[in-house]
DNA sequence: TGGCGATTGTTTATTTTGTAACAATAGTAA
DNA sequence: TTACTATTGTTACAAAATAAACAATCGCCA
């Protein structure tokens, strides 16, 4: 068995999602082999930077046909994916909430999006998108009952501080929180902020420049 | 007028959009003066970055009673913010775009979502939050008559290949794109790329990992 | 008023990330 | 076969981002 590499650059880390994405497209698509500079060009990155991604995971193909699609799927997968399952809740069941859910089940990922948590009465105790919700009240008692790890928190920004000490206590290790609130959690638990004003802020910043670098 | 400066890296283009946030928080809440380490506790980061963000904009406050909160934003507001309106379309009014729009209109910011895009014939003509859906087959037409100059992408994905062209003919000058494919823009176009499955997947990586090293 | 403690602004070092250069070799075609 | 091209894997370099170290100075209190 060859040696994992442990130490992999958290941006390649995204990198070889992406990658994957577009691999099982055109795997779909019925293509077999591609080149690096293939690769990169789909994803408005350099040839280099897709060999050394892949050399970084151990991954070789030294056939000078491009790489094996199939392959490059399965090596980028035992990578990536957990052997124990990783189940997802969603705290929030508004737009943001649902459109997550929708998405994720009309994919076949090893990532299952197994409950949803809200406050509104109208939602708790219905099935949407085949999800159950339940209420905020019993986060921590299914959480446990359905082994879920990682939380996608979409709730409003006003309910997310109250949210902190649940996550907690229900042994939570990772976070995906779109709201504006900063989260308070301790260094154990995995948290990555997307904060949609914050992305958006940031391309009209860039735009901005781009404009008055033109002038 | 002290000269701003032009070349600020990226990261702290996204760390003083998530300042601004917290501050007007604590604006709202009566605090006048704050502190570099509380701030940064705020947000989990260091009192060095903060105030090393800080220096890059060329903001001092010289007092030792924390920065003054008000003159804070003010000064961040004119680093981060355009004169001239930068005004936003959303393509694809599924439960993401709407997710998106209901969230903007709440707020007073100086980015105006001012107009949606879509195929499905029940939302064209209709107004959703506040906002007019218009036909995808409009686009280019709408987009110079109101002067939209951002788009953020949350259609499906396999809608978003065959809008590449649109958004280069619109003149589109930044684009935020939450669907799985990647683009194809020239480089004068800002594009931030944020599947959300690529953001999941990188949490459930971290997690796995920090797993792995406790064993 | 004078010294102590706390906070800030700046410089310097370390780590991370991205880019470029180069050597090795599989495929190709005469 | 043999030279050539294209593609790969690796090493070395450059840039960006983060963290640490340090010097300067304001506010506080005796």
């Known amino acids: 068995m060859s040696n ?3 130490n992999i650059p958290e941006k390649t880390i995204e990198r070889l999602s992406e990658y994957r994405r577009t ?3 055109c795997h779909k698509q019925g293509i077999t082999h591609i080149f690096s500079h293939v690769l990169a060009g789909m994803h408005g990155i350099t040839a280099v930077q897709v060999r050394r991604d892949l050399m970084l995971i151990g991954f070789s193909s030294d056939t000078k046909k491009g790489y094996d699609v199939k392959v490059l799927i399965d090596f980028i997968s035992s990578i990536l994916d957990s052997e124990s399952p ?4 969603v705290i929030g069941m508004g737009h943001l909430g649902q459109a997550i859910t929708k998405y994720f089940n009309s994919k076949d990922l090893k990532l299952k999006i197994t409950a949803a948590f809200d406050i509104d009465q109208n939602k708790v105790g219905t099935m949407i ?3 159950p919700v339940f209420h905020m009240d019993e986060f921590e008692e299914r ?3 359905l082994g879920i790890n990682i939380v996608v928190l979409s709730s409003p920004a006003r309910v997310a501080s109250e949210l902190d000490v ?3 206590n229900a042994g939570i290790k990772g976070v995906l929180n779109f709201t504006s609130k900063p989260l308070n959690l301790p260094h154990g638990i995995v948290v990555e902020n997307y904060d949609i004003t914050t992305l958006l802020e940031k391309v009209a910043y860039f735009v901005k420049e781009n404009e008055e670098k033109d002038i």
Do not use: H
Not at 86 to 89: A, D, E, L, T, V
């Open 4 to 6: 994992i590499p442990s």
């Open 23 to 25: 691999l099982l497209r």
């Open 86 to 89: 990783m189940n997802i809740g």
């Open 129 to 131: 998108d085949g999800i």
């Open 143 to 145: 959480v446990s009952e």
């Open 166 to 168: 649940p996550i907690i």
